[in-house]
């Protein structure tokens, strides 16, 4: 580790044991810039930082402009689309996240809001909390299998390729994929081999009973999900999110539910987080609505802070970090 104790802002609440792991070789400032009493103090250490650490905050050009000393982001996330590529690549700005430590935990997620949707887990867990158990539900609250349905995912890296041995191994789903390129499955997944098939988008909408997207956020598959997209999938299909919200034109998705082309909606993420009390998304019957917690168990959310963590000492130390993203 280098002598020399350098600035670093962490701009979200990080367990004490890391933040130990910080403060004892680094001059070490916490201020959240989402807590307007916080700002003032994010903003001073900001003008001075040269590693900075946190997630889920717009880290736009104009405010890394005034991080004149900035060398690190360590981003405890492995989405990326919080921060202006271009302009780290041209500063020479190392970015790290954290791939591989949240993959499971997220491949449960949206396996969980694909149960919920199909099953309707989340209305009749409500019905009986809300007292109208009064004799056996009827029809018109039955689910839908998900066992033996086509599942199609929009992106098999780690996280579609989890997902994919969710459904394809534990509940006989064929599985279809789309992503920008084929994958090689008998090196990367052999035991998805012959139950995983790649699919043109168009394709996979028509064919899948459950479309899930795990893509992340690029200007590629920026809306992605759109009226056409929609009105591309099967009449009464599901539609899950695990991703990010700006992949999907929420309007066009409502519209999909509202005219009964889709039966349901699983979403963990949203255009606007968080989702504002006048979202029509918030309440609809036929929407399973989580508060983006993909990756939010304690186990995994303490494998991320501590890769983060280590990411950051790692390069402000002049070493490799675990993963530093290609910029
Ligand atoms: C991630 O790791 O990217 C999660 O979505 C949290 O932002």
Same mark, same amino acid.
């Given at each position: 580790?280098?002598?020399?104790?350098?600035?670093?802002?962490?701009?979200?609440?990080?367990? $004490?044991?890391?933040?130990?792991?910080?403060?004892?070789?680094?001059?070490?400032?916490?201020?959240d =810039?989402?807590?307007?009493?916080?700002?003032?103090?994010?903003?001073?250490?900001?003008?001075?930082?040269?590693?900075?650490i946190?997630?889920?905050?717009p880290?736009?050009?104009?405010?890394? #402009?005034?991080?004149?000393?900035?060398?690190?982001?360590s981003?405890?996330s492995?989405?990326?689309?919080?921060?202006?590529?271009?302009?780290?690549?041209?500063?020479g700005?190392?970015?790290?996240?954290?791939?591989?430590?949240?993959t499971?935990?997220?491949?449960? @997620?949206?396996?969980?809001?694909?149960?919920m949707?199909?099953?309707?887990?989340?209305?009749?867990?409500?019905?009986?909390?809300?007292?109208?158990?009064?004799?056996?539900?009827?029809?018109?609250?039955f689910?839908?299998?998900?066992?033996?349905? @086509?599942?199609?995912?929009?992106?098999?890296?780690?996280?579609?390729?989890a997902?994919?041995?969710?459904?394809?191994?534990?509940?006989?789903?064929?599985?279809?994929?789309?992503?920008?390129?084929?994958? +090689?499955?008998?090196?990367?997944?052999?035991?998805?081999?012959?139950?995983?098939?790649?699919?043109?988008?168009?394709?996979?909408l028509?064919q899948?009973?459950?479309?899930?997207?795990?893509?992340?956020? @690029?200007?590629q598959?920026?809306?992605?999900?759109? $009226?056409?997209?929609f009105?591309?999938?099967? =009449?009464?299909?599901?539609?899950v999110?695990?991703?990010?919200?700006?992949?999907?034109?929420?309007?066009?998705l409502?519209? #999909?539910?509202?005219?009964?082309?889709?039966?349901?909606?699983?979403l963990?993420?949203?255009?606007?987080?968080?989702?504002?009390l +006048?979202?029509?998304?918030?309440?609809?019957?036929?929407?399973?609505?989580?508060?983006?917690?993909?990756?939010? @168990?304690?186990?995994?959310?303490?494998?991320?802070?501590?890769?983060a963590?280590?990411?950051?000492?790692?390069?402000?130390?002049?070493?490799?970090?675990?993963a530093?993203?290609?910029?």
């Amino acid at each position: 580790m280098s002598a020399v104790r350098q600035q670093v802002l962490v701009f979200r609440e990080l367990p $004490a044991a890391q933040l130990d792991r910080l403060q004892a070789v680094h001059e070490v400032c916490v201020a959240d =810039p989402r807590r307007p009493e916080q700002r003032a103090a994010f903003e001073a250490a900001l003008g001075r930082a040269q590693g900075l650490i946190g997630s889920s905050y717009p880290m736009d050009e104009a405010l890394l #402009a005034r991080a004149p000393a900035l060398r690190v982001i360590s981003s405890i996330s492995v989405g990326v689309d919080n921060y202006p590529l271009q302009a780290l690549r041209q500063r020479g700005i190392t970015l790290c996240h954290t791939p591989g430590v949240l993959t499971e935990t997220t491949a449960d @997620t949206v396996f969980a809001l694909i149960m919920m949707s199909s099953r309707r887990l989340l209305e009749l867990a409500l019905h009986v909390r809300e007292g109208h158990w009064q004799r056996n539900i009827g029809e018109s609250l039955f689910g839908r299998d998900v066992h033996g349905k @086509t599942l199609g995912i929009l992106g098999l890296g780690r996280i579609g390729l989890a997902l994919a041995r969710r459904a394809a191994l534990g509940f006989g789903m064929p599985v279809l994929y789309h992503a920008r390129h084929e994958v +090689d499955l008998a090196a990367e997944a052999p035991e998805l081999l012959g139950r995983v098939q790649h699919r043109g988008l168009d394709e996979l909408l028509a064919q899948s009973d459950i479309v899930a997207v795990v893509l992340p956020l @690029t200007a590629q598959t920026r809306g992605l999900m759109d $009226a056409r997209a929609f009105s591309r999938m099967k =009449p009464g299909a599901i539609f899950v999110n695990g991703a990010r919200g700006a992949i999907v034109d929420e309007g066009a998705l409502l519209q #999909a539910l509202d005219s009964g082309r889709l039966a349901a909606a699983g979403l963990d993420v949203f255009a606007t987080e968080p989702l504002p009390l +006048d979202s029509p998304l918030r309440c609809h019957p036929r929407v399973t609505a989580l508060p983006h917690v993909g990756s939010a @168990t304690l186990e995994t959310r303490e494998a991320m802070a501590e890769m983060a963590t280590s990411n950051l000492l790692r390069v402000l130390a002049g070493q490799t970090a675990l993963a530093s993203y290609p910029l």
